[in-house]
């Protein structure tokens, strides 16, 4: 039996904390913690790599553990960068704050509101979980096959939850 594509997912980048790879023409990150200069500049290569070699738009899903701390100034300065840079390539942007309770509630809500200032000129939306959020990306920004759908990149995001969490149990 061959294995299935997101059995075969390329990780670009992985550490204890993060995970970064790309899924059709979306570019998947998930955070344990904020990101680290490394992981930005992987990030930061990751949306200009797929920018630069699709015929139509690409799409973004951040997905961040809800107990995971804010990103200090610079980070917040390099994903906006980054973001604005291919603002005209970026079909739609999630983000996933994952986790119940009043702190991971408050996240989002500010991660919305923060999305709403900057008036970004594609659709964005903050999520609670990732199912949620596969299903609206693939809506709005078709993955480059069409073979593949939210499920497939739900599996690619289970995936890169687990390369991490097995990177983070192992030390």
């Given at each position: 039996?061959?294995p299935?594509?997101t059995?075969?997912q390329?990780?670009?980048?992985?550490?204890?904390?993060?995970?970064?790879?790309?899924?059709?023409?979306?570019?998947?990150?998930?955070?344990?913690?904020?990101?680290?200069?490394?992981?930005?500049?992987?990030?930061?290569?990751?949306?200009?790599?797929?920018?630069?070699?699709?015929?139509?738009?690409?799409?973004?899903?951040?997905?961040?553990?809800?107990?995971?701390?804010?990103?200090?100034?610079?980070?917040?300065a390099a994903?906006?960068?980054?973001?604005?840079?291919?603002?005209?390539?970026?079909?739609?942007?999630?983000?996933?704050?994952?986790?119940d309770?009043?702190?991971?509630?408050?996240?989002?809500?500010a991660?919305?509101m923060?999305?709403?200032?900057?008036?970004?000129?594609?659709?964005?939306?903050?999520?609670?979980?990732?199912?949620?959020?596969?299903?609206?990306?693939?809506?709005?920004?078709?993955?480059?096959d069409?073979?593949?759908?939210?499920?497939?990149?739900?599996?690619?995001?289970?995936?890169?939850?687990?390369?991490?969490?097995?990177?983070?149990?192992?030390?």
């Amino acid at each position: 039996m061959a294995p299935s594509s997101t059995r075969r997912q390329i990780f670009l980048y992985s550490d204890q904390e993060h995970c970064l790879s790309v899924f059709g023409n979306t570019v998947l990150s998930f955070s344990l913690q904020p990101p680290n200069p490394q992981f930005l500049e992987a990030w930061t290569a990751a949306v200009e790599r797929l920018a630069k070699r699709s015929k139509g738009p690409i799409s973004v899903m951040t997905i961040v553990d809800g107990r995971c701390p804010p990103p200090g100034d610079a980070a917040k300065a390099a994903i906006r960068d980054t973001v604005v840079r291919y603002s005209r390539e970026i079909g739609a942007f999630a983000y996933v704050i994952e986790g119940d309770g009043f702190g991971a509630a408050a996240v989002r809500s500010a991660v919305t509101m923060i999305g709403l200032v900057a008036r970004y000129p594609f659709p964005q939306k903050v999520f609670k979980d990732a199912s949620a959020a596969c299903s609206w990306m693939i809506d709005l920004v078709p993955v480059s096959d069409p073979t593949k759908t939210g499920s497939d990149m739900l599996s690619a995001v289970s995936m890169m939850r687990s390369a991490v969490q097995q990177l983070a149990a192992t030390g």
